[in-house]
């Protein structure tokens, strides 16, 4: 195809499944305007999918650990201990850590919500879930992840888990979230960070108050009692009445 024919198509409207397009810099209005509308659609749907399911402690980590893993065992039994404390257990929906999160749940009677992301590779539903939603948008999802959850688990993970991770601790560090608990587990493997926020504080490009935000643990019995109590004392349950004329079912 010559170089005038590729320079002619660049501004057809691209079907709504190349989400990659909508991403490139300025399109033709019509695109803008279906791509903005597309994100309210998510959000809406988001809102209405996970309005009733109850405080949520979201746990953020690696999909690519399988269940002979330490750190899925250790995400799993974390799972476990959030059902315990009857709360509902909110993850990213995919493998690894968050499926072994979920199956912690799952298997111990609790709520088990799955927040899942469409990608290329990797990411793929996982089966331990009471209440499953895919989004297209990384943003989206995270909006959807924080806005529920009373309490964060950080476990090891890639760049996916650490974007989480920094934005939390952006919300908390800017008040957009109070006093919220980040729970970070693996010492070991989040040792540079913590020389790094000593760093950043001998920079002074962060506080030293900032670092109370964060628990570094290894204890599963001490992460989910240090959310626990923040629950205890900050979450008043209130039933939610489901309205019928947003078909919202009994």
Request: hydrophobic share 35%; with cysteine.
């Amino acid at each position: 195809m010559s170089p005038e024919k590729n320079k002619k198509t660049t501004n057809r409207i691209i079907p709504a499944s190349n989400e990659y397009y909508n991403l490139e810099g300025p399109k033709p209005r019509m695109n803008e305007f279906y791509f903005a509308f597309k994100i309210f659609i998510q959000f809406i749907k988001g809102f209405r999918t996970l309005h009733f399911i109850g405080p949520c402690i979201t746990v953020f980590g690696s999909a690519r650990f399988n269940e002979q893993h330490p750190y899925y065992i250790k995400s799993r039994e974390i799972g476990k201990r959030i059902a315990d404390l009857g709360l509902t257990t909110m993850t990213g929906g995919g493998p690894g850590v968050m499926e072994a999160a979920n199956r912690g749940a799952f298997e111990a009677g609790g709520k088990s919500v799955g927040c899942n992301i469409k990608l290329p590779f990797e990411q793929r539903p996982n089966p331990y879930t009471n209440v499953s939603i895919t989004f297209n948008y990384f943003f989206i999802r995270k909006v959807l992840m924080v806005k529920y959850s009373y309490g964060f688990i950080i476990m090891p993970g890639g760049f996916g888990t650490m974007d989480e991770f920094f934005e939390t601790l952006t919300l908390a560090q800017t008040k957009v979230i109070n006093d919220f608990p980040i729970v970070v587990m693996g010492k070991e493997y989040y040792k540079p960070f913590h020389h790094w926020m000593d760093h950043m504080i001998q920079e002074g490009t962060i506080s030293e108050e900032d670092k109370k935000f964060i628990l570094f643990t290894d204890n599963a019995d001490e992460a989910v009692e240090h959310i626990a109590k923040y629950v205890r004392k900050h979450y008043t349950p209130k039933p939610r009445k489901r309205l019928w004329w947003l078909l919202e079912k009994v």
